[in-house]
């Protein structure tokens, strides 16, 4: 998990660079393993390719009826094969470790609490494992003559089926 505190002096882009070597290649980056978030009760696994938003209003996608989180409060979203939550700009902050951040990329479990660094309702932020492949079943051959069978018939054909023996 990396994070881009909020103060003035910070340097570098508004969104955190990909560590993968396909940053900006469109349709090069894999795809980022669904996102599980907890938080009062809720337990949800978010899909990449869409934003979800995270506030106390009734149409957001996460919706937190708690009073030290604002309106429109973050945003969700995977990007280049990385999951990414930004601070939409809220008036209590985002905090990772008691320190306010405007985004956190998510790149293992992590804990980021909105509202207040101390006691504000804390987001558990998981990446979901791939499902496991399927066991391979072992590769049978079809039924059907065996070699032997192949040359007897092969012999057959030459020799017609009255000098069978």
Known sequence: MSTEPTSAEAAGPEVASPESGNAGLAGCEPAAPPLRI??????RLLQAGTAYRIGRDPQ???VLADPRVSW????VEEQAGSWLLQDAGSTNGTFVNRQRVRQVAITANCSV???YPDDGPML???LAQ??????AAPVRPR???ARSSWVTLWRLARTGPA???
């Open 143 to 145: 039924p059907g003559p």
């Open 113 to 115: 609490r909105l509202g």
């Open 124 to 126: 558990s932020c998981s």
């Open 38 to 43: 907890q938080c009062q009760g809720i337990d």
């Open 60 to 62: 957001a996608d996460i």
């Open 130 to 135: 791939a499902p496991q492949a399927a066991a």
């Open 163 to 165: 000098r069978r023996r």
């Open 72 to 75: 429109q409060h973050a945003i």
